[in-house]
T-cell receptor, first 114, second 119 residues
Framework: DTEVTQTPKHLVMGMTNKKSLKCEQH?????MYWYKQKAKKPPELMFV???????INESVPSRFSPECPNSSLLNLHLHALQPEDSALYLC?????????????FGSGTRLTVV | AQKITQTQPGMFVQEKEAVTLDCTYD???????LFWYKQPSSGEMIFLIY??????QNATEGRYSLNFQKARKSANLVISASQLGDSAMYFC????????????????FGSGTRLQVQP
């Protein structure tokens, strides 16, 4: 199994809603990542979990809250988002943060905030 | 400062011809990795090829090869025998193993090149 699975594929939410994005991998990878990609722009790093601990937070607003319940799962909890948060949210995993090969990306969640 | 530079916002190539997508990078870390990804309109990031900073030979994966010129800090992607299915956005990315900026230990992407293959 060499996949990273993201759900849902599409999400529309209001600015007062609470929703969660889910990411799952079964490759035994110990580092997992959230990236945000606006239209016609490159992905930008949001968070990195290494061995289930938050290792990197790229100054992301608190309305985005990551969670890593176990080594296979990564969630991104969303609350009180703004329309400018509409984007493609990509999850990725790799063998480890210190091992630089073998990043695998999911197909992303397209989020629209209305 | 921009770490990964892709100077070609868009490229056209005829089917069955070869095309080179440019990528230059900037780092003081002696240990780093360079990646190329393809992103079709569906959004998925598809890994194409990897080059480590200590690798002596240029990486190749099927129709993809990476022209790695370390002294010039360039890592251009060459796609041979282009196919219509190669039309997509292509991103060059880098990670720095020992960067003091911890965010750069994860993948940092260039701005991308949109490739269109014409029949």
């Amino acid at each position: 199994d060499t996949e990273v699975t993201q759900t849902p594929k599409h999400l529309v939410m209001g600015m007062t809603n609470k929703k969660s994005l889910k990411c799952e991998q079964h490759m035994g990878h110990r580092a997992m990542y959230w990236y945000k990609q606006k239209a016609k722009k490159p992905p930008e790093l949001m968070f990195v979990y290494s061995y289930e601990k938050l290792s990197i937070n790229e100054s992301v607003p608190s309305r985005f809250s990551p969670e890593c319940p176990n080594s296979s799962l990564l969630n991104l909890h969303l609350h009180a988002l703004q329309p400018e948060d509409s984007a493609l949210y990509l999850c990725a995993s790799s063998q480890g943060l210190e091992q630089g090969y073998g990043y695998t990306f999911g197909s992303g969640t397209r989020l629209t905030v209305v | 400062a921009q770490k990964i530079t892709q100077t070609q916002p868009g490229m056209f190539v005829q089917e069955k011809e070869a095309v080179t997508l440019d990528c230059t990078y900037d780092t003081s870390d002696p240990s780093y990795g360079l990646f190329w990804y393809k992103q079709p309109s569906s959004g998925e990031m598809i890994f194409l090829i990897y080059q480590g900073s200590y690798d002596q030979q240029n990486a190749t994966e099927g129709r993809y090869s990476l022209n790695f010129q370390k002294a010039r800090k360039s890592a251009n992607l060459v796609i041979s025998a282009s196919q219509l299915g190669d039309s997509a956005m292509y991103f060059c990315a880098m990670r720095e193993v020992f960067s003091m900026d911890t965010g750069r230990r994860a993948l940092t992407f260039g701005s991308g090149t949109r490739l269109q293959v014409q029949p």
